[in-house]
């Protein structure tokens, strides 16, 4: 049965900052009544590639439990624009399979990065057509492809994501925006211009947080209350420009189990407090 709280909010979690085993992550699921979910990896392997019995496993689980598939997440992308077998590789055979397999589980969306690229680099015409045959490829079998941000990648800040999607221009590309991931934590009011400029492209959101590394794009992951993201700030501008999709949490740091239990807690402190949900369920 569904719980009361499960009606009132919209919150996933990506099954691998729980556990890379299933049955751990369906306690976990159950014991904190969320029914929402983004794949990645189980069984130590990623979409795609999750072993056949796995994968199994995942299709039956899903079905049985009435999980809500929010994403599923490829990888794809995330190597430097430059590397044309790896790029060529992922749109002829990676994404077709995932295409396929996602079929058995129904997903929202499919989520896709924007290539690795030189600092200040301008994105070219080969990224923008790789984008957009993805794009088509996912809307052939009726599946959004969400564009992640990504540190070092063409889609870095919200501007940036908005940029490659314009120069994109296929009305199947969105966003799947990840605050933490626009590398310029502590600045409440620029990552309020990243959502503003995504607005209507976002689709699904990302919940980590961080404090900034000197020595890393990347920050070192913590809970939201020791963070510096600022996120109570930053669902007040989501809620501002309409967001209705999922907070999806993406932890991030070890332990897993435990530390996903206290950012869950911490976000869902803050949403209530806020009224996120409120008339936009």
């Not at 966003?175 to 503003?196: F, M, Q, V, Y």
């Not at 990302?206 to 794009?217: A, T, Y």
């Not at 809970?223 to 501008?237: A, C, D, E, M």
């Amino acid at each position: 049965m569904i719980g009361a709280r499960e009606l009132k909010e919209k919150t996933s979690i990506v099954t691998d900052e729980i556990s890379q085993d299933l049955d751990e992550v369906t306690r976990f699921l159950d014991l904190y009544k969320i029914r929402a979910v983004e794949i990645r990896t189980l069984g130590g392997n990623r979409v795609p590639d999750i072993e056949k019995s796995e994968w199994t496993r995942l299709k039956k689980r899903v079905h049985n439990e009435g999980w809500e598939v929010v994403a599923v997440s490829p990888g794809i992308f995330k190597g430097d624009h430059e590397d044309k077998i790896l790029s060529d590789r992922e749109l002829t055979e990676t994404l077709p399979k995932t295409i396929y397999l996602a079929h058995d589980i129904d997903p929202n969306y499919i989520i896709s990065f924007g290539f690795m690229c030189q600092p200040g680099e301008s994105i070219n015409a080969d990224v923008v057509e790789r984008l957009k045959l993805a794009s088509i490829l996912c809307a052939n079998d009726g599946f959004p492809l969400l564009l992640e941000n990504e540190p070092g990648s063409f889609a870095q800040t919200g501007e940036n994501t908005r940029a490659v999607i314009d120069a994109v221009g296929h009305p199947n590309l969105y966003a799947n925006w990840d605050p933490c991931n626009a590398n310029i934590l502590g600045d409440s009011e620029t990552l309020a211009k990243c959502a503003r400029a995504l607005r209507d492209k976002i689709l699904n959101v990302h919940v980590k947080d961080g404090i900034p590394r000197d020595d890393s794009e990347f920050p070192t992951y913590t809970t939201i209350s020791s963070g510096k993201l600022g996120w109570k700030q930053h669902l007040k501008v989501l809620k501002e420009i309409g967001y209705k999709g999922y907070l999806g949490i993406e932890t991030h740091m070890e332990p897993l189990w435990e530390s996903s239990e206290i950012i869950l807690r911490e976000l869902r402190e803050i949403v209530s407090e806020l009224d996120f949900w409120s008339g936009r369920l």
